[in-house]
């Protein structure tokens, strides 16, 4: 506390001018320059408005007077006035008459004149008779007003004699109602000389009221100015570490009341500084055991972890990723990841992605070779690192070493070709035996009838009779070897697929052949076709077994359908696929078939081999494809192909497809978020 009152002391004694000038001047000079405008604004409207005032009831005695005198002066003694009358009786009489005006009217100055500006009569005898007055022509507005008879008063004018005058015209009308002459009245102004003092009366005022509220505003923001100087220097030395000063400044107003709010605050810094402080000891002991646990669970994983920083220089690298390397993390740790992981470089385009694109890159798997450990089989994904604000600092790579696993995947792949093997040589031994067992009976049956013939029932056959028996063993004959033949052909195709040949087609000419080919007497009446295509493109793919496939899903749609329903043909483009979708409002494939659709020999129409689907789905995949499905019971089915726009090799064997990895592919479709696998059905509502 006593360190506190020194600091509250020494903080109530500090003297900043800077700080005071800038607050005097903001807090002084609007209210002096709002008050000296008030009044200077104020003083002109009264001085404006009392000499407006003056000078209208000035205009108004002016006229008055000088039309008094034009009715007062008679017109037959101004007609009879010539020059040189001055001693004249007539003019005297006239000159007293109007004498005796400018005494009652106590103006300075009565004169009368012609149109030509003559004087015919001049109290002032400034002027003869007759002689031409040349100030009346400043007034010549004012003159011209009075020929128009009207009676107008001049503006202000300042005379020989430094005084303001003014003057008031009237017509002099004659009996006849002509205007004979003008009656001139001037006066001096004097009330302008006291206009003049009471302007300087007030500038006075105005210059002594701006210091009196220069004093005054000086010592009223002094007493404001100084208690917010101590507060501004308890407030900077708030600042200083582990300083919490206090203030006193003894008023009872609302700068005292602040004062004691600015103690109870500094009072809550402190014990809340206190608060923080140890919070922040905790959170830092509690990050640097997180920080100790995640090293820990990084040595941990058995995956390899590589992360790099948004320049590509190597930040993490954890034992098992030295392990699958071959490297130590000293020889990796800020090099850049290009060309600093030898033959595993197919993981710098992994990371490298990550880190320009910011996107996740997907699992990738990749081979490489080691003269003294031979083909070994890498896994690997890169995903962005980003901050607690969402911007990206860097990429991470997890990869695995997966030659065992790969061992095992081909062991699988062997167990699962020799049970397919099985299931085929089974299915085919079914239906071989079946069509020969027929032609056995069929044959048999036809070798009694033929011997059983004799040379009576010759004649009969020969007229015709017993020919229809004979025909029909035949032709049952000829239909179950012909069924044997296709089932063998479809076998063949499919044990043993040809080479694909690529070529470029148009895509829509492909899709008419095949509906062509599909209904070559026309589809039913009852069934509408509906087609829509993006655009009008070329693929690379082989014209007839792209067909072929085409063809088999078009005639499963239709017989799907019957003879009445809604065939739909659709094409899409979705970069980098091309999706192509053959639907119908069929009754739908029913939920116990849907896992054996694309499996040889299956089937549930009369006749049928099981192959065509199967066929199909090895041509699509041959392709770099997938061939899947979405059906709802009662609603139909849309079977999808999906290829990559790419410009494939020449030539791709089937075998290859064999021999390649059968493992389910993941299938994202546009604008959905689903994932479908290319062996796996779904089952989609409509």
């Given at each position: 506390?006593?360190?506190?009152?020194?600091?509250?002391?020494?903080?109530?004694?500090?003297?900043?001018?800077?700080?005071?000038?800038?607050?005097?001047?903001?807090?002084?000079?609007?209210?002096?320059?709002?008050?000296?405008?008030?009044?200077?604004?104020?003083?002109?409207?009264?001085?404006?408005?009392?000499?407006?005032?003056?000078?209208?009831?000035?205009?108004?005695?002016?006229?008055?007077?000088?039309?008094?005198?034009?009715?007062?002066?008679?017109?037959?003694?101004?007609?009879?006035?010539?020059?040189?009358?001055?001693?004249?009786?007539?003019?005297?009489?006239?000159?007293?008459?109007?004498?005796?005006?400018?005494?009652?009217?106590?103006?300075?100055?009565?004169?009368?004149?012609?149109?030509?500006?003559?004087?015919?009569?001049?109290?002032?005898?400034?002027?003869?008779?007759?002689?031409?007055?040349?100030?009346?022509?400043?007034?010549?507005?004012?003159?011209?007003?009075?020929?128009?008879?009207?009676?107008?008063?001049?503006?202000?004018?300042?005379?020989?004699?430094?005084?303001?005058?003014?003057?008031?015209?009237?017509?002099?009308?004659?009996?006849?109602?002509?205007?004979?002459?003008?009656?001139?009245?001037?006066?001096?102004?004097?009330?302008?000389?006291?206009?003049?003092?009471?302007?300087?009366?007030?500038?006075?005022?105005?210059?002594?009221?701006?210091?009196?509220?220069?004093?005054?505003?000086?010592?009223l923001s002094r007493s404001m100015i100084r208690p917010i100087q101590i507060l501004?220097?308890?407030?900077?030395?708030?600042?200083?570490?582990?300083?919490?000063?206090?203030?006193?400044?003894?008023?009872?107003?609302?700068?005292?009341?602040?004062?004691?709010?600015?103690?109870?605050?500094?009072?809550?810094?402190?014990?809340?500084?206190?608060?923080?402080?140890?919070?922040?000891?905790?959170?830092?002991?509690?990050?640097?055991?997180?920080?100790?646990?995640?090293?820990?669970?990084?040595?941990?994983?058995?995956?390899?972890?590589?992360?790099?920083?948004?320049h590509g220089e190597i930040t993490s690298c954890n034992p098992a990723a030295e392990?699958?390397?071959?490297?130590?993390?000293?020889?990796?740790?800020?090099?850049?990841?290009?060309?600093?992981?030898?033959?595993?470089?197919?993981?710098?385009?992994?990371?490298?992605?990550?880190?320009?694109?910011?996107?996740?890159?997907?699992?990738?798997?990749?081979?490489?070779?080691?003269?003294?450990?031979?083909?070994?089989?890498?896994?690997?994904?890169?995903?962005?690192?980003?901050?607690?604000?969402?911007?990206?600092?860097?990429?991470?790579?997890?990869?695995?070493?997966?030659?065992?696993?790969?061992?095992?995947?081909?062991?699988?792949?062997?167990?699962?070709?020799?049970?397919?093997?099985?299931?085929?040589?089974?299915?085919?031994?079914?239906?071989?035996?079946?069509?020969?067992?027929?032609i056995q009976v069929l044959g048999e049956l036809l070798s009694r009838k033929v011997?059983?013939?004799?040379?009576?029932?010759?004649?009969?056959?020969?007229?015709?009779?017993?020919?229809?028996?004979?025909?029909?063993?035949?032709?049952?004959?000829?239909?179950?070897?012909?069924?044997?033949?296709?089932?063998?052909?479809?076998?063949?195709?499919?044990?043993?697929?040809?080479?694909?040949?690529?070529?470029?087609?148009?895509?829509?000419?492909?899709?008419?052949?095949?509906?062509?080919?599909?209904?070559?007497?026309?589809?039913?009446?009852?069934?509408?076709?509906?087609?829509?295509?993006?655009?009008?493109?070329?693929?690379?793919?082989?014209?007839?077994?792209?067909?072929?496939?085409?063809?088999?899903?078009?005639?499963?749609?239709?017989?799907?359908?019957?003879?009445?329903?809604?065939?739909?043909?659709?094409?899409?483009?979705?970069?980098?696929?091309?999706?192509?979708?053959?639907?119908?409002?069929?009754?739908?494939?029913?939920?116990?078939?849907?896992?054996?659709?694309?499996?040889?020999?299956?089937?549930?129409?009369?006749?049928?081999?099981?192959?065509?689907?199967?066929?199909?789905?090895?041509?699509?995949?041959?392709?770099?494809?997938?061939?899947?499905?979405?059906?709802?019971?009662?609603?139909?089915?849309?079977?999808?192909?999906?290829?990559?726009?790419?410009?494939?090799?020449?030539?791709?064997?089937?075998?290859?497809?064999?021999?390649?990895?059968?493992?389910?592919?993941?299938?994202?479709?546009?604008?959905?978020?689903?994932?479908?696998?290319?062996?796996?059905?779904?089952?989609?509502?409509?």
């Amino acid at each position: 506390m006593a360190s506190e009152s020194r600091q509250s002391a020494s903080s109530g004694s500090l003297y900043r001018p800077t700080f005071r000038s800038r607050l005097f001047f903001k807090f002084i000079i609007p209210y002096i320059f709002l008050i000296v405008t008030v009044f200077s604004l104020s003083g002109w409207l009264f001085f404006s408005s009392a000499r407006e005032a003056l000078d209208a009831e000035l205009s108004r005695r002016l006229v008055g007077v000088a039309d008094l005198v034009a009715r007062t002066v008679n017109p037959h003694f101004l007609m009879r006035i010539r020059p040189g009358d001055e001693e004249t009786s007539l003019y005297r009489l006239v000159w007293q008459e109007l004498g005796k005006l400018r005494e009652a009217a106590r103006v300075k100055d009565i004169h009368l004149f012609d149109r030509e500006n003559r004087m015919i009569v001049d109290l002032d005898q400034a002027q003869r008779i007759g002689e031409e007055n040349l100030f009346l022509q400043l007034d010549s507005y004012e003159l011209e007003q009075v020929w128009r008879g009207r009676t107008v008063s001049s503006v202000l004018y300042r005379g020989r004699d430094g005084r303001f005058y003014k003057a008031g015209y009237a017509p002099v009308w004659n009996d006849q109602g002509e205007i004979i002459a003008g009656v001139g009245v001037e006066v001096g102004v004097d009330f302008m000389q006291i206009m003049d003092g009471v302007r300087r009366q007030f500038i006075g005022i105005s210059l002594f009221s701006g210091g009196l509220i220069v004093m005054i505003s000086f010592l009223l923001s002094r007493s404001m100015i100084r208690p917010i100087q101590i507060l501004t220097s308890a407030t900077e030395q708030l600042g200083n570490e582990e300083s919490y000063p206090q203030v006193d400044l003894e008023r009872n107003d609302e700068l005292g009341d602040l004062g004691k709010h600015f103690n109870r605050m500094i009072a809550q810094i402190k014990t809340k500084d206190a608060l923080l402080r140890r919070m922040y000891a905790e959170e830092r002991a509690r990050v640097e055991v997180l920080e100790g646990y995640s090293e820990t669970l990084l040595k941990s994983i058995p995956s390899g972890v590589l992360g790099v920083d948004l320049h590509g220089e190597i930040t993490s690298c954890n034992p098992a990723a030295e392990r699958v390397l071959g490297f130590a993390s000293s020889a990796l740790l800020g090099r850049p990841v290009q060309g600093a992981l030898g033959v595993c470089a197919p993981l710098e385009r992994i990371i490298l992605t990550a880190v320009t694109t910011g996107n996740e890159a997907a699992w990738e798997e990749f081979s490489i070779e080691e003269s003294p450990k031979g083909k070994r089989w890498i896994g690997a994904m890169a995903s962005p690192i980003k901050d607690h604000g969402g911007k990206q600092v860097g990429a991470t790579t997890v990869f695995a070493d997966l030659t065992e696993v790969k061992g095992l995947q081909e062991e699988i792949e062997l167990k699962r070709q020799m049970a397919l093997l099985g299931e085929l040589s089974a299915g085919m031994a079914h239906e071989i035996r079946n069509p020969l067992a027929a032609i056995q009976v069929l044959g048999e049956l036809l070798s009694r009838k033929v011997k059983g013939i004799t040379s009576g029932e010759c004649e009969k056959l020969e007229r015709g009779s017993g020919e229809g028996e004979l025909e029909a063993l035949s032709r049952n004959l000829v239909r179950e070897i012909h069924h044997l033949n296709r089932f063998v052909t479809e076998f063949l195709i499919y044990a043993r697929m040809p080479l694909l040949r690529f070529e470029r087609v148009d895509l829509i000419e492909i899709v008419e052949a095949a509906l062509s080919l599909a209904a070559p007497s026309g589809v039913p009446e009852k069934i509408a076709v509906r087609k829509r295509f993006s655009e009008s493109f070329k693929i690379a793919v082989d014209p007839l077994e792209f067909r072929r496939v085409l063809l088999n899903l078009i005639q499963n749609a239709l017989q799907a359908m019957g003879n009445e329903g809604e065939l739909g043909i659709e094409a899409e483009v979705v970069p980098p696929l091309l999706i192509l979708r053959i639907s119908d409002t069929g009754p739908g494939i029913p939920s116990a078939h849907r896992e054996k659709i694309f499996r040889p020999f299956f089937t549930t129409k009369q006749g049928g081999t099981g192959l065509g689907l199967a066929i199909s789905q090895r041509v699509i995949r041959g392709h770099g494809g997938s061939l899947t499905f979405e059906t709802t019971e009662g609603m139909g089915t849309t079977f999808l192909i999906q290829l990559q726009l790419r410009e494939p090799t020449a030539e791709v064997p089937f075998a290859s497809e064999a021999a390649e990895d059968e493992s389910p592919k993941v299938i994202r479709f546009p604008n959905s978020n689903k994932e479908l696998h290319d062996d796996q059905d779904v089952d989609r509502g409509r």
